[in-house]
């Protein structure tokens, strides 16, 4: 898939969610204005790497196999592999790619664990999570807010910062009119 089908594809509409929600978090959080313009801007390209995984994994409307699963895994390190070494915020970016799926206790995709996790990447990786629980997706009905609250709480810690989860709750109210 070339970078305009991947614009065309409901994937853009996901990253500019990410990149929406990862704004209001960092504002929220208290990051400069122009560390919340880079998160906001990296965030748009979290998932550039799924321009190379065929569209009929990315459209599959059941479960993947184990090898499907392999290959949505390769987006992460395609992603960064595509734009690292470039402008500023393509470096954030790049890293965003990589990282967006790594957990506080190491056992995301490249096994980083906590510190080592840039700190715009827990931000948008929990607007990641958050618009791929509440939108409905070809293999799966969208969650309620109070659903989503739950699981971000109980992976508080574990999967996500838990300051980030806590400000997630704090503009829940902010972030459900970008829905509409």
Known sequence: MDLDSLIKHTCFGHSRQVSKISALLAESS???????????????YHDIGKSDIPEQILNKPGALTPD??????????????????????LNVAAEVCRDHHERLD????????????????????VADVFDAL???????????VPEILVYFKE????????????LLSSVIDRILPLYQ
């Open 155 to 166: 992976q508080s810690g574990t999967q996500f910062d838990s300051e980030v989860v806590l």
């Open 106 to 125: 190491g056992t995301g995709y490249g096994g980083i664990a906590g510190p080592g996790i840039h700190p715009f990447v827990k931000l948008i990786s």
């Open 30 to 44: 208290g990051f400069s204005p122009d560390d919340t313009s880079v998160i906001e801007q990296a965030a748009l």
């Open 68 to 89: 499907e699963f392999e290959v949505v895994k390769t987006h992460t390190v395609n992603g960064y592999n595509k734009i690292t070494n470039t402008i500023s915020v």
């Open 134 to 144: 509440y939108s409905k997706r070809s293999y799966k009905a969208a969650w309620g």
